[in-house]
């Protein structure tokens, strides 16, 4: 875990990110993104299709912005047993930053 601000932009041709984001990246994203690429994981929240509401991870006091900032990642190998991921807004965490959810498909042995 780690608290990165790292913004990652649609314009991203990196392996470990998907095409479903928010915004532009930042030079924190890129080393997010470089960090991702090298450790072989991949950004899961850029993976799957969502509405923009459910894409944004945290929101500014007041509301005026909103960016995706908070990622889940995982192995390469594994994100086929991701099954769904979203940010859930609804969930009052006493935080600007929203909850992110996953289901994952353990695979039985």
Not at 37 to 56: A, C, E, P, W
């Amino acid at each position: 875990m780690g608290d990165f601000n790292a913004k990652i932009g649609a314009d991203i041709s990196h392996s470990s990110c998907g095409k479903f984001v928010l915004g532009e990246t930042n030079e924190r994203g890129e080393m997010l993104l470089d960090w991702l690429d090298d450790n072989k994981l991949v950004s899961v929240n850029t993976m799957f299709q969502r509405r923009i509401g459910q894409r944004h991870t945290w929101v500014s006091p007041g509301g005026k912005y909103r960016n995706m900032i908070d990622y889940i990642a995982v192995r390469r190998r594994n994100f086929n047993e991701v099954a769904n991921l979203r940010s859930v807004n609804s969930a009052d965490c006493g935080s600007d930053h929203q909850l992110v959810w996953v289901n994952i498909n353990q695979g039985r042995k």
